[in-house]
């Protein structure tokens, strides 16, 4: 059963517009990056609609995204879904085989549950460095950013600049949740079955748990730490000073 599109799709006014403004700023964004622009995929609900509108229009921007190592079974049944669905393919970057281990052997599987320098660590090496490689040669990415998902991500812009002078589109900026599965439902989109589970936000196996009602949106992402340090790094220097989440959603 469609669980998470019964309890979050919505039809809201405007929706076909908004629909048509992101596809033409997709659009923009790969003329202006010819053969350099990227959709760098968590998989995420968000990602999917990307995915979804890059494929049915045949737009020139590659996907890709980072496997951990420590992805869900569900998510990577997923990965494997939408290159079938949309016969295309994702490219995938993992940490290096050698330092994912040394770093589990000097420090537990279980490392970045123990301080948030080690769970930082963890996403340096399992999700900084393979992103680094991931952009390698790209002027541009395209990311599932909302505004929605969290405070620390309330000011997203449709466009900014990455730390090393790329640009980045979040096309996504001012979509609600309630569109992203109205978009999800309408489409026919591959969707990670955890969200199906109360999994509104999905990383990596040890750092994601399902949320309760009421629970705020990124309330299943690194749990045991205080709200402000609840990012990884990857989209870091976009934002303002972190503040309390207050609504639903995210992507990385
Ligand atoms: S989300 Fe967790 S497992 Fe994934 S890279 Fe970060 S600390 Fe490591």
Not at 26 to 55: N, Y
Not at 112 to 124: G, I, P
Not at 231 to 247: I, R, W
């Amino acid at each position: 059963m469609n669980e998470a599109i019964e309890r979050h799709a919505q039809a809201t006014p405007g929706f076909e517009q908004r629909v048509q403004a992101t596809l033409q700023r997709l659009r923009a964004a790969a003329e202006a990056h010819a053969d350099t622009l990227v959709q760098a995929t968590s998989l995420g609900a968000e990602d999917m609609v990307l995915t979804d509108l890059i494929a049915r229009h045949r737009l020139p921007i590659a996907i890709a995204t980072l496997d951990t190592g420590w992805l869900h079974s569900e998510t990577l049944a997923l990965l494997d879904a939408a290159e079938q669905h949309y016969g295309l393919r994702i490219e995938r970057f993992a940490p290096p085989a050698e330092a994912a281990l040394h770093f589990v052997r000097s420090h537990g599987e279980l490392a970045m549950r123990e301080s948030v320098a080690l769970r930082k660590a963890c996403c340096a090496l399992r999700k900084l460095e393979p992103l680094e490689r991931l952009l390698a040669g790209r002027s541009a990415w395209v990311t599932g950013l909302r505004r929605e998902q969290s405070g620390a991500r309330a000011e997203v812009p449709y466009e900014d600049q990455d730390d090393a002078g790329r640009t980045k589109f979040n096309p996504l900026a001012d979509w609600s949740w309630a569109e992203v599965w109205h978009y999800i439902a309408t489409h026919g989109v591959p969707y990670n079955a955890l969200h199906d589970r109360f999994f509104p936000s999905i990383g990596c196996e040890p750092c994601t748990r399902a949320v309760a009602v009421g629970e705020d949106f990124r309330a299943g992402r690194w749990w045991w730490e205080h709200e402000s340090a609840k990012e990884c790094g990857l989209h870091v220097s976009a934002l303002p000073d972190p503040a309390p989440a207050t609504a639903a959603t995210e992507t990385a």
